[in-house]
């Protein structure tokens, strides 16, 4: 079929396409005035099948790149917010890695070693991130604009550290924490934390979204499920449920659905342990979402670490929290102390203990300090000096 409106232009993609054996890598466009006939490639993250319902933009093209700009710019001129789906592709090792090949290797995309290029062509090509280009001059331009990236690919740090992107969806919150890999997640923070850890404020954390399975296929429904729901509501930075995550549905939701295939009914006893667990955290976001004041503690142990707890403080200013988190099947007992520590921004570091978390600094060690567990709802009384020892 021709998808061109111009009677001039015939657009065509390849027959694999409609009967489903195949997806086109590139549109076949004929100018029927002349006759030439060129092939363009479709949008491809080279993981798996090309999108057939876009064409590439040539990024290395600097008129190509300032069409893009300006398109972006005059969406800011109307809207606050602007998503940009799949955002790693357009950074500048994507662009490499995907159509500008180096000479000799295979490439990602069919037919794309037939333009490599060297280091040096290519970085002449592409002297600067576009992702870096965009947020300064939406900045300049349009400012108060918040910019929001899907960047995986565990890019997520990249895009807002190097290239200033406000907020990005954290696709290593719901890859490490499924997959057990709980220090490597806690180091994570670690780096975080070292760096600047405002950078925490601006992640987007998740457990599931229309490209990944459910989050009842990769949590369950019970106490793992609810471990890495406590983490997503108490971090900072934004937390963001998926489509039937609260309900348990199972089916897995694309964008482009309609209605649901299935008649899936809510799991009554899931939804009631989020009113009693999750949602009172909820209407606490004020508690958790900033990261001035967020503290990572080390859980120790008579066997050392135990990297699978994940221990945490923060205050509002007014309340403090401490969040303790075992994404483990298994117990632990230990002890708590030092926070790890933390960028001043001032070139120093931030120390302090968690007793200087939790309880204020004009308090004295013989005022009480009254706590409230938030699973069992029991009440607790320590003394500040108890606290501080």
């Not at 970085?123 to 900045?139: I, T």
């Not at 670490?305 to 007014?318: H, K, L, P, R």
């Amino acid at each position: 079929d021709n998808l061109s409106g111009d009677p001039g232009v015939d657009i065509r993609i390849e027959d694999h396409y409609w009967n489903r054996s195949d997806a086109a890598v590139v549109f076949r466009r004929e100018d029927r005035n002349t006759g030439e006939v060129r092939y363009i490639y479709h949008g491809n993250d080279g993981t798996s099948m090309p999108w057939n319902d876009t064409a590439q933009i040539d990024f290395l093209n600097p008129e190509a790149r300032e069409a893009v700009i300006q398109d972006i710019l005059h969406v800011a001129r109307n809207f606050p917010i602007i998503r940009f789906d799949a955002a790693m592709v357009l950074a500048r090792k994507s662009i490499r890695r995907l159509w500008f090949p180096s000479p000799g290797s295979g490439g990602a995309i069919p037919s794309r070693s037939e333009h490599a290029l060297s280091d040096e062509e290519f970085m002449s090509a592409c002297p600067s991130e576009f992702w870096r280009d965009v947020v300064d001059r939406v900045a300049a331009e349009v400012p108060g604009t918040l910019l929001l990236a899907e960047a995986f690919w565990m890019m997520e740090g990249y895009f807002v550290r190097s290239l200033g992107m406000h907020r990005v969806y954290n696709s290593a919150f719901m890859n490490m924490l499924r997959d057990g890999k709980n220090a490597e997640y806690r180091e994570a923070i670690k780096e975080t934390l070292t760096f600047d850890p405002g950078i925490l404020q601006r992640y987007v954390n998740f457990m599931n979204n229309p490209d990944e399975e459910t989050a009842v296929d990769q949590f369950g429904k019970d106490d793992r499920y609810f471990a890495a729901c406590t983490l997503l509501t108490t971090l900072p930075g934004l937390p963001m449920f998926g489509h039937g995550q609260v309900e348990g549905f199972t089916e897995k939701y694309g964008m482009e659905y309609v209605r649901a295939y299935r008649e899936e009914q809510p799991d009554g006893d899931l939804v009631a342990r989020h009113e009693r667990e999750i949602f009172p955290l909820m209407h606490r976001r004020s508690l958790f979402a900033g990261a001035l004041s967020f503290r990572l503690y080390d859980l120790n142990t008579p066997e050392g670490v135990n990297e699978n707890v994940f221990a945490y403080s923060n205050t509002d200013g007014q309340n403090r929290v401490l969040v303790l988190v075992n994404n483990r099947f298994e117990r632990s007992c230990g002890t708590i102390h030092y926070a790890f520590p933390v960028n001043d921004g001032n070139g120093g570091q931030i120390t302090g203990s968690l007793g200087d978390a939790l309880v204020p600094s004009d308090r004295n060690s013989s005022d009480w300090v009254l706590m409230r567990e938030h699973v069992s709802g029991l009440w607790f009384l320590r003394s500040a000096g108890e606290l501080r020892s």
